[in-house]
């Protein structure tokens, strides 16, 4: 049977995007939202602040009973009552008198001003004012902050401290958003070892679930990393299924191109709903997408070279991460730049070329090879070259993905 063509990345893309549904909206306490995009518009249910209240410590007056105060023409009223905030008992103030006031208080009924103590001898039976306020000077009106009924934070926010501070502000103590996707990330090779153990002449340490678990958590998820397992069929289909229980959604690393040991395609080849192919991108081309399991979890299988792996996150895990968390744009946003230094582009692939991004300025960083984790570390953004352009020469203008970029 002749080998099929390769699928263009926005191809493989969306049927991942299509595929997968956003995670179920829950009731969640305002400390465990924070991080996490909310599901519904919250509007205000009551009007902030709730109550005229006073500005300053000092004495609540009518203000035509002050408004000639003055240096040279003190005004004398006597003091009724005191309201400390969180007391309320007095309600009213009788016109000629005043209220000693504490920021934060109620302000009577009848009451238009607050006179700060520092205008005044700070009298207990009597106070003697020695500036007049303007007409509502220190007091904070009712709803001047926010309007019962005005949309605090739309859908699709992600939660930040202030909104915290604003949703507790109107009383809400929970607020609907979708939990963080919990993502376990597996990868394969006889030859990896976990960092911090020995190495033997003939293996390496597994760089990929770490790179792959940091990114999951960057992006919002909850990274379960199994770390490795060898490249045999058996272990590894253990081990998967040891870990659907606890997964959203799986991404395992190696194990899925053309070589003799791929025991990610070998497990998983005959699972009915396993797309197992090459998308037209470099570095990426061996991918996997299906749904695995009792509760079909979705599964991503990414090609084991580190850069590749990386890129692949980027272009296709990330999305639908994003997806799950109902968080859109899915994908990260391009951006143009200008090019420094030209090169040459494989014709049919799409390329995404580590580099270095500043100020609408892009230079390609380092090799060709997919193993070049030291020059993938030092870049901060991915040249994306169209599958159809062959040659690019400095000066031209680019897309680029800015890898450190909150979107
Ligand atoms: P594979 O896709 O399994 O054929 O692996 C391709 C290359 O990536 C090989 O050189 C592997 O040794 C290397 N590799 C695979 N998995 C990892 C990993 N988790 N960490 C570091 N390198 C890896
Ligand atoms: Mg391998």
Redesign the pocket.
Known sequence: MAEPGPISVADHLARILDSIEPLGVYDQSLLDAVGLPIAEDVTAPMPLPPFDNSAMDGYAVAFHDVADAAEDHHIHLPVVGEIGAGQSRLVALSPGTAVKIMTGAPVPHGADAVVPYEWTDRGVAHVEISRAPQLGQHVRRAGEDVEKGEVLVSEGTVLGPRHVGLLAAVGRSSVKARPRPRVVVL???S??REPGDALAPDS??????YMLAAAVRAAGGIPYRVG?VPDDAAGFTEALHDQLVRADLVVT?????E?DY?VVKEALRDTGTMWFGKVAMQPGKPQGFGFIGDDEVPILTL????VSSYISFQVFVLPALRRLQGRTPYERPTRTARLTHGFSSPEGREQFVRADYDASVVTPVGGHGS?LLGDLATANALINVPADVTSLTPGDSVQVLLLDEDF
Do not use: F, K
């Open positions: 990868s394969t090779g030859e990896l390496i340490y597994d760089s990929n679930s490795s690393s190696g194990g899925v191109s070589g791929d090609p084991g070279n580190p193993h």
